[in-house]
T-cell receptor, first 118, second 116 residues
Framework: AQKVTQAQTEISVVEKEDVTLDCVYE???????LFWYKQPPSGELVFLIR??????QNEISGRYSWNFQKSTSSFNFTITASQVVDSAVYFCALSEAGYGGSQGNLIFGKGTKLSVKP | GAVVSQHPSWVICKSGTSVKIECRSLDFQATTMFWYRQFPKQSLMLMATSNEGSKATYEQGVEKDKFLINHASLTLSTLTVTSAHPEDSSFYIC????????????FGPGTRLTVT
């Protein structure tokens, strides 16, 4: 069965600190996608990244970076030099290649609330 | 591109009434639309998946007679909460999928429903 675990419920940092949000997933599929979304207080989900299971290259986008390790089934997200605007709930999600009706369904972790204090 | 809208953004209704939420893909045709529910401080839970012109597939534990989903066109899906109760108060988010095998899902801004 598929599952996404975000063990950190809440994290609080001071501005300019680096912070890593953990994500561990479970799946039986060999083809799957992993995602990170940001949900600010307004509620709208903001897409951050999508990664397929065959691409283990780490990715960097500005202050954001992602570390995908299939050996540990982890897809961690690091924010470098955090800013107050980074305060939000961050969700990791899994989508399997699927079979039958489950194709494309997103399974979300419980989210990590990040608070960045000035 | 890939903009999804939801209407209304928030709604307050009385217990026992029905409320309809619209989800539209504005600049693409959505092969599949998904409806999620999010209770305060919790994660998003998939309620149902719908393909245009066919019946929605509901997740276990979601009452299909209470949450009516209509996917009449490739750009519009509606969720009707029938005979709403206070426990139905939640944040409802739709997403529209584009793609053949692995869906790229684009999320709407959500609708906050409060049942009094």
């Amino acid at each position: 069965a598929q599952k996404v675990t975000q063990a950190q419920t809440e994290i609080s940092v001071v501005e300019k600190e680096d912070v890593t949000l953990d994500c561990v997933y479970e799946t039986r599929d060999t083809t799957y996608y992993l995602f990170w979304y940001k949900q600010p207080p307004s509620g709208e989900l903001v897409f951050l990244i999508r990664r397929n299971s065959f691409d283990e290259q780490n990715e960097i986008s500005g202050r954001y970076s992602w570390n995908f390790q299939k050996s540990t089934s982890s897809f961690n997200f690091t924010i470098t030099a955090s800013q107050v605007v980074d305060s939000a709930v961050y969700f990791c999600a899994l989508s399997e290649a699927g079979y039958g009706g489950s194709q494309g369904n997103l399974i979300f972790g419980k989210g990590t609330k990040l608070s960045v204090k000035p | 591109g890939a903009v999804v809208s939801q209407h209304p953004s928030w709604v307050i209704c009385k217990s026992g009434t029905s409320v309809k939420i619209e989800c539209r893909s504005l600049d693409f045709q959505a092969t599949t639309m998904f409806w999620y529910r999010q209770f305060p401080k919790q994660s998003l839970m998939l309620m149902a998946t719908s393909n245009e012109g066919s019946k929605a597939t509901y997740e276990q534990g979601v009452e299909k007679d209470k949450f009516l989903i209509n996917h009449a066109s490739l750009t519009l899906s509606t969720l009707t909460v029938t005979s709403a109760h206070p426990e139905d108060s939640s944040f409802y988010i739709c997403s529209a999928g584009r793609g053949v095998t692995i869906y790229e899902q684009y999320f709407g801004p959500g609708t906050r429903l409060t049942v009094t």
